[in-house]
């Protein structure tokens, strides 16, 4: 089939690929992006201009992002409506990080490569085979294999969606190349299929291509052009392109201040994609993402999704009552596993902690599963999961200078609490001493979140259930932890930095984008609501522009 595409597209689209993607790892890499000329983005495009926001010293610097695969495989549904379910294992896996995003871990790749040749084929076989999703794609009726205009109707808005702007002229003229073998074989259809692998294998379809207008007396600054604010929106809200709606607005000066972006995008909260997407989100940051159990763990996880449903979206309500819940919803096994009152519907319904220990998401299994090792639970896992996705504190590797060596098997009747305190040695306690405190202070919690007060098979190895977090305080259990991290100002700043983690696509921060989160978290306070947080964050000078790394960075 590429033989026939190469004959039919003289100019090169598909084939560029390596040479893109050779030229976009050093864009990546160095967080710089070459204007293409004047400081203008595409067609000659500028960026919201002068009833905007000030520009502003404490924009994040922006690399160039590729589509993680997630948002590859829904960018795809929402464009031909094909699940790409192969995605997974045909494209290069995103690091968790602990979001998927990070582009400077989005390294160019033979893989990436012929990865995506080989879901364009597939996702374009499919697509000529059904003709139903077929006309929905190309959106009007050809009078003939010849017929250029159907044929640039199709080019111009596809490709509008798929690049998330408007075709330059040229660009337009390259991709209608594709219709000759529309006319060598009598089919329409034969060139739309090899216009829509080309996009597919585009790098502005796979990348996140910024370029804006330089900020006069702003060195390294740049204001962002419509429709790449609408990109930034809807992949931080929706997790897909924008679509002809939301393109539209930003062509048309709909997303040129911050009391329009403000506006639309509390419009896109309501939408159902908003909600699909902030669940991710906060999966990934609680280490949920791909939790098992079959149905018991299926339950967990709707235990989990119910409420952040309930807190961000019904009730809109501060983003710390996700810690202080004093009920939960569970299905009637989950509640015989929690030792709870049964549901009013065995299916599920909201029930009360009342005095079992446990409040807030802290308590549920999809949480309580995660810092395991083997067949138990470890207070080293769970104490870094606490240090470094709650309160944002880094948990270094052992140095160089300490030999890793496993905790000797356990001898008859020696106890879990004993054998860490080989922990205590020289070079290791100054991280165990922080994270080992907490994760005692969960150990009465099994690797599924069941209530027990021994070892597993060491019933003389009693559990205390006794912790500590820090400067925070003590605790015993989930419930207890729960509290202390809800009027903890540590995890107020942690909640904001992860969500700017996420939003701006990297894990590593510097000074500049601290003092934005500390903005942000004396703007709206430590009890905002995370629909709040949001509408600040997109809502500043910042979102609109994007910031140059110093050279050599």
């Known amino acids: 089939m590429w033989v026939a595409v190469r004959s039919t597209l003289s100019s090169s689209i598909p084939w560029i690929h390596v040479a893109l993607l050779t030229s976009a790892a050093a864009i990546g890499c160095s967080g710089l992006i070459t204007e293409p000329g004047a400081g203008d983005g595409p067609n000659g495009s500028s960026g919201p201009g002068g009833t905007s926001s000030a520009s502003s010293d404490l924009t994040a610097i922006s690399g160039l992002r590729r589509l993680t695969v997630k948002e590859y495989a829904d960018t795809i549904r929402q464009l031909v409506g094909d699940d790409a379910a192969s995605s997974e294992q045909l494209l290069p896996t995103d690091p968790r990080l602990p979001f998927d995003n990070d582009y400077e871990n989005q390294e160019p790749s033979k893989a990436l490569i012929q990865g995506t040749e080989l879901l364009a084929d597939d996702i374009v076989g499919r697509l000529l085979d059904d003709s139903a999703r077929l006309a929905s794609v190309v959106d009007c009726t050809p009078a003939g294999p010849e017929d250029a205009a159907c044929f640039e109707h199709f080019v111009r808005r596809f490709g509008r969606l798929a690049f998330r702007r408007t075709l330059d002229p040229e660009e337009v003229t390259r991709f209608m190349g594709a219709q000759e073998l529309s006319k060598q074989r009598g089919d329409f259809y034969e060139g739309v299929g090899v216009a829509v692998r080309a996009f597919l294998q585009d790098p502005n379809f796979l990348y996140r291509v910024e370029f804006g207008t330089a900020i006069p007396g702003k060195s390294g600054l740049y204001r962002l052009a419509g429709p790449e604010v609408a990109t930034r929106l809807s992949y931080l809200l929706w997790g897909v392109s924008p679509d002809s709606a939301l393109l539209d607005k930003a062509e048309t000066g709909g997303l040129d201040t911050s009391k329009h972006i403000r506006a639309v995008a509390k419009e896109m909260l309501e939408d159902p994609r908003a909600r699909q997407r902030m669940q991710r989100f906060h999966a990934m940051w609680i280490g949920y993402?791909?939790?098992?159990?079959?149905?018991?763990?299926?339950?967990?996880?709707?235990?989990?999704?119910?409420?952040?449903?309930?807190?961000?979206?019904?009730e809109k309500a501060a983003w710390t009552d996700l810690f202080r819940?004093?009920?939960?919803?569970?299905?009637?096994?989950?509640?015989a596993h929690y030792e709870l009152d049964q549901p009013s519907d065995p299916d599920g319904a909201w029930v009360k902690y009342a005095n079992s220990g446990r409040q807030g998401l802290l308590s549920h299994g999809s949480f309580l599963g995660v810092g395991t090792e083997g067949e138990d639970t470890s207070p080293t896992l769970r104490g870094v999961m606490v240090l470094e996705r709650l309160l944002c504190e880094t948990v270094p590797p052992p140095p160089s200078s300490v030999v890793v060596k496993d905790l000797p098997a356990p001898a008859p009747g020696s106890c879990k609490i004993d054998r860490f305190k080989e922990h205590a040695q020289e070079g290791c306690n100054s991280c165990h001493d922080r994270t080992d405190p907490i994760g005692f202070g969960l150990e009465a919690y099994d690797m599924l979140g069941k209530k027990r007060d021994h070892e597993p098979n060491a019933a003389e190895c009693k559990i205390s259930g006794q912790g500590s977090l820090l400067d925070e305080g003590s605790f015993n259990g989930p419930g207890e932890l729960s509290a202390l991290i809800a009027k903890s100002n540590a995890a107020a700043a942690c909640r904001v930095t992860q969500l700017y983690r996420f939003t701006t696509g990297r894990a590593e921060l510097d000074s500049v984008d601290d003092a934005f989160v500390q903005r942000s978290v004396e703007r709206v306070g430590r009890d905002a609501s995370l629909q709040d947080l949001?509408?600040?964050?997109?809502?500043?000078?910042?979102?609109?522009?994007?910031?140059?790394?110093?050279?050599?960075?």
Request: proline fraction near 2%.
């Open 289 to 314: 993402e791909k939790s098992g159990g079959g149905a018991l763990g299926a339950a967990m996880q709707q235990e989990t999704e119910k409420l952040i449903e309930r807190v961000v979206f019904g």
């Open 325 to 335: 819940a004093e009920d939960t919803f569970v299905t009637s096994e989950l509640a």
């Open 534 to 553: 949001i509408l600040e964050i997109v809502s500043s000078p910042e979102f609109v522009q994007r910031r140059e790394a110093a050279e050599g960075k």
